[in-house]
């Protein structure tokens, strides 16, 4: 919430009361997975959920892991899929030191959004796409988003 800065929901009580857009999001960074350590992991969830003015965390699987994975590039994602790319060279292929990506999986969290919240992730995407798609490239190394 807006007392909190939109922290990630570390100062919001617990609750079962999740309101979740309709699907998740995922973000390919032109990194290594190495580099998305846990403060990394960290301050990309909090520019996310204040930029965005809702929560925005990585999603974990069934055994409770972060649903961070390398990406292969040639493995793209279905065409009917929402996605954009934030641009640069290369028509929507990207290299980096190693060619090494990754995948972020996120999820959703309105229980605390006041303004702007988006019931649909593919909305959200969108909206990332005009008002973000330049900072997400130069500061955070992402090369695409997408809905899922």
């Known amino acids: 919430n807006a007392a909190c800065g939109w ?10 009361h999740k309101k979740p857009t309709d699907g998740s999001l995922y973000f390919v960074l032109a990194m290594s997975i190495e ?3 846990d403060q990394f992991r960290k301050l990309f ?3 996310l959920s204040l ?14 892991h972060a649903m961070v994975y390398p990406f292969d590039q040639s493995e793209m994602v ?14 929507g292929t990207f290299y980096t030191e190693g060619n ?12 605390q959004c006041v303004v702007n919240c988006y019931q649909k992730s593919g909305d959200l995407a969108n909206y990332m796409a005009a008002a973000l798609s ?5 500061d955070w190394s992402v090369v695409q988003i997408g809905e899922t």
Do not use: W
């Not at 922290?7 to 079962?16: H, W």
């Open 51 to 64: 930029k965005l003015q809702t929560n925005l965390k990585v999603k974990h699987d069934e055994n409770g």
């Open 78 to 91: 279905e065409e009917e899929a929402f996605s954009f790319y934030t641009g640069g060279s290369g028509g």
């Open 100 to 111: 090494f990506a990754i995948i972020v999986y996120m999820e959703v969290d309105n229980s």
């Open 35 to 37: 580099k998305f350590h």
């Open 45 to 47: 969830e909090r520019y």
């Open 134 to 138: 330049t900072e997400l490239r130069d």
């Open 7 to 16: 922290d990630g929901g570390d100062c919001a009580p617990d609750t079962d």
